[in-house]
């Protein structure tokens, strides 16, 4: 993925994400520019989301495992989970998200915040 980088205006290709600790058990999955170094933020994730994503997974398989077998009331059933968990992790992250893109908190340093 090639990216735009705001601050120096140069492109540079995104090899990889990294994740950092923000608070408590939230984490900030983020890239950053190879020429200047900003930092830019993929997603915000709390241990509730990261269980989500895993149970996500298990999901996943068992639809397929449902699926394979033309299990098609268990397969629909999965899929409802699936869309309904995803929703609400979507939702959870997009929180996360508006609270760590304030810009008040976002310059505090070093302390609990308001
Ligand atoms: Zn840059």
Known sequence: MLAK???CGKEFEVTG??????K???EKTFFSCTHCGEKYTGFYTNNWIRFNQQKLRDLQKKYNIAWAFRDVSQAQSLFNQIQDLTKRNGEEMQNLRLRFN??????VEGGEGP
């Not at 304030?102 to 310059?107: G, L, Q, R, S």
């Open 5 to 7: 980088c705001d601050t």
């Open 17 to 22: 994400f990294e994740v950092e600790k923000v």
């Open 24 to 26: 408590g058990d939230i």
């Open 102 to 107: 304030d810009p008040v908190a976002h310059h």
